[in-house]
C-alpha cells in the first residue's frame, strides 16, 4: 500500500487494485464514514455542513489519525467488498516518508494492523520508488530518486496556482481547479516544444460574482510556479551537496530519476537537466512507481532486510 497525501494505491498480487484520491467523508455529528478516495473528493468542496471531506495525510505525514484509520479501512475493503476483513494470512508492506518519526511509523502500522492487515512490514518510499523504477537497491551503487507527490510539493504549485488566478484575473478558483490548472498547462518552462492548448476556466469574479471566462496559458503558468519550482532546485542541490563523493560519482554517471505526479509537470526534466548539469529522467509511470516498488518489497520480505517490522 502507498499511503501518499494525494492518492493511495494497493497492489496485491502484483496488480493495482486500488488507485484512488486519499480523501474521507465523515458525517459531523456521528464521525461515521460517508464515502472513502474518488466519491469523498467529489464532495470536497461542495458539502453542507453535517458532512466534512478530509485529506488525512498533510506534508507527507498523518496529521488526522482517525480519519487515517478509517481511510485505510475503506481502502482494503475496496479489494474485497464482500467480505470485510483481509483473509488472515495476508501480508502487508505499506510505504512510509523517509522523515516519518517513530510515532507516526506505529501510527501507520497501528491504523494498518486495525483494517485488518496481518503481518505489517513498512518500507521507506524513496527506497520503494528506487525499486519501481527497476534499480538493482542491493547493489553497492549511488543513485537518486526525487519523488515529487502532493504533500511535498504538489499543494504549493496548486496553492500557487489559485492565488495567481485571483490576484492577475480576478476569479476565484477552487483546489480542484487549480490542479486541473496545473495538469493541463502546468509547466516548468516559459518555452515549451510542444506547448499545451490554454485551458479555459470558469469562476466567478471577485468583484461583481458575475461568471467569467478565463482562458489560462502554459506560460503564465510557468511564470506563477517559477518561485516554487526554484525551491525544489535548491532542495535538490543540497541534497547532492551533502552526498558523499563516491555515491555522487555514480548518480553524474546514472542521472537522477524523477517520481512521483509532479514529475509529469512539462519542461521540469529538461530544466532540471540544464540547471543542474545532471540527466534527470522521468520514471516510467511515475503516479504508481512507489506502489510497483512496494509490490516487489512484498514478493522479496525475507530477502530486502531495509524492510521496516
Ligand atoms: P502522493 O504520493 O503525495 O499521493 P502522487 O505521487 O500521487 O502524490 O502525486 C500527486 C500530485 O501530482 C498531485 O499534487 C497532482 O496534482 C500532481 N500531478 C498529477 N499529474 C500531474 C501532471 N500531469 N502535472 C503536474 N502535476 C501533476
Ligand atoms: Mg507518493
Known sequence: MDLGTANTIIICNGKIVVDEPSVVALDRRTDKVLAV?????????????????????RDGVIADFYAAEQMIRGMIKMINPKSRWFTPSLRMVVCIP??????????????????????????????????GIGIDVEAPEGNMIVDIGGGTTG????????????????VKVGERTAEMIKINVGSSLTSLENPPEDYVVHGPNQMTALPMEVPVSYQEIAHC??????????AILSALE???????????????????????MRGLDKRLTDKIGIAFHVAEDPLHAVAKGTGVALKNIDKFNFLIR
Not at 38 to 48: D, F, I, L, P, S
Not at 225 to 234: C, P
Not at 254 to 261: K, R, V
Open 98 to 131: 523517509s522523515g516519518s518519526t517513530e510515532v507516526e511509523l506505529r501510527a501507520v502500522r497501528d491504523s494498518a494492523e486495525h483494517a485488518g492487515g496481518r503481518d505489517v512490514y513498512m518500507i521507506y518510499e524513496p527506497m520503494a520508488a528506487a525499486i
Open 37 to 57: 478516495g474518488e466519491k469523498a473528493r467529489q464532495m470536497h468542496g461542495k458539502t453542507h455542513e453535517n458532512i466534512r471531506t478530509i485529506r488525512p495525510l
Open 225 to 234: 510556479l517559477e518561485k516554487s519550482i526554484s525551491k525544489m532546485e535548491a
Open 242 to 264: 551533502q552526498t558523499p563523493p563516491e555515491l555522487y560519482a555514480d548518480i553524474v554517471r546514472n542521472g537522477i530519476y524523477l517520481a512521483g505526479g509532479g514529475a509529469l
Open 155 to 170: 499543494d504549493d504549485l496548486t496553492a500557487d496556482i489559485m492565488e495567481y488566478m485571483r490576484r492577475q484575473h480576478n
